[in-house]
T-cell receptor, first 114, second 113 residues
Framework: DGGITQSPKYLFRKEGQNVTLSCEQN?????MYWYRQDPGQGLRLIYY???????QKGDIAEGYSVSREKKESFPLTVTSAQKNPTAFYLC?????????????FGDGTRLSIL | SQQGEEDPQALSIQEGENATMNCSYK?????LQWYRQNSGRGLVHLIL?????REKHSGRLRVTLDTSKKSSSLLITASRAADTASYFC?????????????FGDGTTLTVKP
């Protein structure tokens, strides 16, 4: 069954710690995305990648970093520079990165501060 | 700034009634998509309507697009308790930031059994 897998489902970060959220897809999609969702709000784009070994900043990239070394994988690191990391993080993919394709989403990682 | 804005923010109806949600946007778009999100889950794509289309149907869903008014509506007919979720519109533009879709804040729909 094709889809997007995010792990872990819940994650806790200590002060000054970097944490990495995993996102894997087996849909053979070129484009992948990371969004942040705060309670009662919509999605805000953190980073996106239209192709392997390339990625661009979204609207709220500060305090986050990504890599795209493999087509299937797009991990997100929440660094200690992100002072308010508590949120629901969603990863998505689409066949191409040209904004005219439906996005497929994982079930999210909920990050909290300890 | 937010490109798509849904209206109303929250909607509560009885099972069997129709639910209508609206989305307004600011700049020209290539297409508009509607997504659904159940509590604590990821988004699920419902329907995509292109800028040259005016209406699209999928099962109990009907989407309209009025590019002159920069607005779209999602109608769910004969609603069921299982339709309870948040619904988001997302717009895609062709510009230097090609590849990005911008999501609104959503409409939370509650369908009472």
């Amino acid at each position: 069954d094709g889809g997007i897998t995010q792990s872990p489902k819940y994650l806790f970060r200590k002060e000054g710690q970097n944490v990495t959220l995993s996102c894997e897809q087996n849909l053979n999609h070129d484009a992948m995305y990371w969004y942040r969702q705060d309670p009662g709000q919509g999605l805000r784009l953190i980073y996106y990648s239209q192709i392997v070994n390339d990625f661009q900043k979204g609207d709220i990239a500060e305090g986050y970093s990504v890599s795209r070394e493999k087509k299937e994988s797009f991990p997100l690191t929440v660094t200690s520079a992100q002072k308010n990391p508590t949120a629901f993080y969603l990863c998505a993919s689409s066949m191409t990165g040209f904004g005219n394709q439906p996005q497929h989403f994982g079930d999210g990682t909920r990050l909290s501060i300890l | 700034s937010q490109q798509g804005e849904e209206d109303p923010q929250a909607l509560s109806i009885q099972e069997g009634e129709n639910a209508t949600m609206n989305c307004s946007y600011k700049t020209s778009i290539n297409n508009l998509q509607w997504y659904r999100q159940n509590s604590g889950r990821g988004l699920v794509h419902l329907i995509l309507i292109r800028s040259n289309e005016r209406e699209k149907h999928s099962g109990r869903l009907r989407v309209t697009l009025d590019t002159s008014k920069k607005s779209s509506s999602l109608l769910i007919t004969a609603s069921r308790a299982a339709d309870t979720a948040s619904y988001f519109c997302a717009t895609a533009q062709y510009n230097t930031n090609a590849g990005k879709s911008t999501f609104g804040d959503g409409t939370t729909l509650t369908v009472k059994p």
